[in-house]
């Protein structure tokens, strides 16, 4: 899949997070849509499945990222969908999330995990290795 054809659903309540990352994958080619909650997230999954998501861990609760991550892989028709999620919970509030393992991602019911602020190069790496990998 080329960038170009690929659509990623961005999910965070930080605008700048949102802007910032939006115009990173864009000035890659990847064509972004974004969401400011799970919810709203899921009306634009409605419009058109993503072909992969990333999201926030805290936003409308403590782990909203999480259920909405366990939500999208619970339903045959995203469970497929590469997930990465993000998070400030270890700099803000000294919570480790951090996965050891590819078990410890599963649980989490995704596929990558990111600390904010989150590294262009990486996240492009990643999004790419994720995409080629479910193509």
Do not use: C, W
């Given at each position: ?33 974004t969401?400011?909650?799970?919810a709203e997230?899921?009306?634009r ?6 072909n992969?998501?990333?999201?926030d ?11 909405f991550?366990a ?24 919570l480790?999330?951090?996965p ?18 989150i ?17």
């Amino acid at each position: 899949m080329t960038a170009d054809q690929a659509l990623i659903l961005i999910v965070d309540d930080d605008y700048d997070f949102l802007e910032i990352n939006r115009f990173i994958l864009e000035g890659a080619g990847y064509r972004v849509v974004t969401a400011t909650n799970p919810a709203e997230a899921q009306q634009r999954i409605a419009a058109q499945i993503p072909n992969l998501v990333i999201t926030d861990l805290m936003m409308t609760s403590v782990d909203a990222g999480f259920a909405f991550s366990a939500q999208l892989k619970g339903d045959p028709r995203t469970a497929a969908v590469p997930i990465i999620i993000s998070t400030s919970v270890s700099s803000q509030l000294g919570l480790n999330f951090r996965p050891e393992t590819d078990a410890d991602l599963a649980k989490m019911h995704v596929d990558a995990y990111f600390d904010k602020p989150i590294d262009a190069g990486a996240l492009l790496a990643k999004v790419k290795e994720l995409l080629e990998r479910g193509a």
